[in-house]
């Protein structure tokens, strides 16, 4: 009984099956196809029994018909949802290594010397892969190049599943040089392989987030999740007239208005320009805006007076003043002498700017100095830097540098007992101390100039009124936000 069950499927289900152009197994050349749901309705299933992948011949056998060696119908049927079931394509992630080429990672990959190459030679005028980074990650999809399209017979897809891997190349290469910008390379028959570079389309949005100063401007700011880079901003921006070691106080309130970049998920990814910013210290409240001409922008207070100073009253940032100007008694030769100039205790390696434009005068071994760098501003004003660790690329005796650079990094050469900076200000040749020293303001906005401003401010002005000030800003995960 059970062999003529399984003798009636086996009929059943070679009769249900489709037509095929393959001769390997046809016992009738006329019979008629039978419809599948016919076929569960006349056995009372509600699907045909299962057949076991690797053991294709299974009902053959049981109904005692034929060597399991023969291909028929019900074969194919197997094959071709096998062949659906198995993935055409592989994406991967690559990761460049320690000390890898992006051919190296490639090769690694299983592309070709040849694919690899060509790849390379694609993305070449797009992007230099000598800026290709340790870490840097790339989407990759391998497949064959000839891969059958959805709607492929079955019987097509069936033969693909069984080619060789061997023929499986690399189909496109995608990555990030930047968050907004991606490149990727795709395989096209004949031409080989192409690139293109897609810009994603970032949404803009402006942001007002003020704070409470509780210890420190930089630790209230960054607690608000303001971005690092914004924080560094406010503090240059407000260097030239507020001593952050002397002026700022608990209880000192601060607020910030800039732009930022988002993409369509909502994620924080680049940093624009601050727009406008203030600060209220001891209660009186410094107000500066953005402006810009000729495209150079720089900040001014409400009247059109520039906030730059000819020089920074601080060229480091987050320093505290460790030693001030004046009579002192050393802590190495172990008597009083004279400190012409003030030291800012900050760890070896803080980046040193210059606190005004000008020409260095000098950079090398200074004796008790250290690495020491001189700088000449005009007007008899110069600019000491000591007990440097090293000097920034390119900085040398004679070279121009402008207000911000970063000329050399903090140390402790020379007669030092421990990392600092020794900041001096030369007039006519003489130190003189920084924090009482006066030095000459920036530009003032005058005629059309003062008008454009005054139009620029009343505008920035109705934006920050229109948003209410945030006190904590959502933070960026996973990313690394960027600076504009």
Known sequence: MTASVALAITWLSLAAAPASTSRAYEPRREQAALPYDLLLRLTGLHALPAIAAEDPGQLYRSAGLFSPGLSGPLDRILAAERAASKPQ??????????????????????????????????????????????????????????????????????????????????????????????????????????????????QTHYQHVGATIDSSLYLAATQAGIPASVVVEIIRMFSYEVDFQRDVHPGDDFEVFFNRYFTAEGQPVKVGDIL??????????????????????????????????MLMKTPVDGARISSGFGQRHHPILGY??????????????????????????????????????????????????????????????????????????????????????????????????????????????????????????????????????EHRLAQATGLRETRD
Do not use: C, W
């Open 89 to 202: 394509t592989e994406t991967r992630t690559l990761k460049v290594g320690d000390g890898d080429t992006m051919v190296r990672m490639l090769q690694q990959a299983g592309v070709s010397t040849e694919d690899a190459a060509a790849v390379i030679d694609a993305i070449k005028p797009l992007y230099s892969p000598r800026n290709i980074r340790t870490g840097q990650t790339f989407q990759a999809i391998f497949g064959t190049a000839d891969t059958p399209p959805d709607n492929a017979t079955g019987a097509q897809a069936a033969q693909s599943s069984q080619d060789d891997d061997s023929d499986r190349r690399l189909l496109s290469l995608s990555f990030a040089p930047s968050i907004d910008h991606q490149i990727t390379v795709h395989l096209t028959v004949p031409d080989g392989y192409l690139a293109e570079d897609v810009e994603r389309k970032l």
């Open 336 to 469: 009083t002498r004279m400190h012409k100039g003030i030291d800012f205790a900050v760890p070896s390696g803080t980046p040193v700017m210059a606190a005004g434009d000008g020409t260095i005068a000098f950079a090398g071994s200074g004796g008790e100095y250290g690495n020491l760098v001189v700088i000449k501003h005009g007007n008899n004003y110069a600019t000491a830097y000591g007990h440097l660790s090293r000097f920034a690329p390119g900085m040398r005796t004679g070279a121009r540098v402008h207000q911000g650079d970063v000329v050399a990094y903090s140390g402790m050469t020379g007669l030092a007992t421990g990392p600092h900076l020794h900041y001096e200000i030369r007039v006519n040749n003489s130190q003189v101390n920084p924090l009482t020293v006066k030095v000459a303001s920036g530009r003032k906005l005058e005629g059309e100039d003062l008008k454009a401003f005054f139009a620029e401010r009343g505008h920035l002005e109705t934006l920050e009124a229109s948003l209410p000030v």
């Open 276 to 309: 406008a910013a203030s600060m209220t210290l001891s209660g009186r409240k410094h107000l500066l805006y953005r402006f810009e001409q000729g495209g150079e922008a720089e900040y001014f207070d409400v009247n059109g007076q520039s906030a730059k100073a």
